[in-house]
Antibody
Framework: QLQLQESGPGLVKPSETLSLTCTVS??????????WGWIRQPPGKGLEWIGY???????HYNPSLKSRVTISVDTSKNQFSLKLSSVTAADTAVYYC????????????????WGQGTLVTVSS | DIVMTQSPDSLAVSLGERATIDCKSS????????????LAWYQQKPGQPPKLLIY???TRESGVPDRFSGSGSGTDFTLTISSLQAEDVAVYYC??????????FGQGTKLEIK
């Protein structure tokens, strides 16, 4: 069974860079044709899609966050990562990593597998 | 951008009764080339990640009880729970995956027991 686990600092100072890693187990991150993504959820609020990456390194980002977001992949460690720069209190959220749904060799941009999420608080 | 709007924001239903949640998109998510609606539903229980329930607007994910069903096309969609169980208490979200790469979610509907 595929499992995803987020890790990283739970507290980040304003203006600094938030860095999280998602470790994938029970399957290879290089398995075609899946995309691996990040979604966040501010406390008590709804879901926001951040972006996703293919194992080749091709990434797509939410335009509203694109200037601050970088998603990368490390196939040797079966991990992918999120960096969000110049954070403010508005970036306080539970951050989830997830995998898109694929069937018959085609992938579609909704999420079938999710990590448990990690709360990141932006505060000085 | 496609904006997804759910109604109601919260809902209280008696055990065994029907629950319906609506989701409206600001423009059609029906892809004409394959006649599929690019709309998914998720269930999120407290302290847990979202769980995929339905995709293509009406296809149940494997393992999802058949009391959950999705319907609708174009811009108007509905999630129905035919007979509410205690374990269905959760927040439900719709998501469109029609526009690349701006995949938007609805604001969520909180379902409680009356």
């Amino acid at each position: 069974q595929l499992q995803l686990q987020e890790s990283g600092p739970g507290l980040v100072k304003p203006s600094e860079t938030l860095s999280l890693t998602c470790t994938v187990s029970g399957g290879s991150i290089s398995s075609s044709p899946y995309y691996w993504g990040w979604i966040r959820q501010p406390p008590g609020k709804g879901l926001e899609w951040i972006g996703y990456i293919y194992y080749t390194g091709s990434a797509h980002y939410n335009p509203s966050l694109k200037s601050r977001v970088t998603i990368s992949v490390d196939t040797s460690k079966n991990q992918f990562s999120l960096k969000l720069s110049s954070v403010t209190a508005a970036d306080t959220a539970v951050y989830y990593c997830a995998r898109t749904y694929c069937s018959g060799g085609s992938c579609y941009d909704f999420f079938e597998y999710w990590g448990q999420g990690t709360l990141v608080t932006v505060s000085s | 951008d496609i904006v997804m709007t759910q109604s109601p924001d919260s809902l209280a239903v008696s055990l065994g009764e029907r629950a319906t949640i609506d989701c409206k998109s600001s423009r059609s998510v029906l892809y004409s080339s394959n006649n599929k609606n690019y709309l998914a539903w998720y269930q999120q229980k407290p302290g847990q990640p979202p769980k995929l329930l339905i995709y293509w607007a009406s296809t149940r994910e494997s393992g999802v009880p058949d009391r959950f069903s999705g319907s609708g096309s174009g811009t108007d969609f509905t999630l129905t729970i035919s007979s509410l169980q205690a374990e269905d208490v959760a927040v439900y979200y719709c998501q469109q995956y029609y526009t690349t790469p701006e995949y938007s979610f609805g604001q969520g509907t909180k379902l409680e027991i009356k």
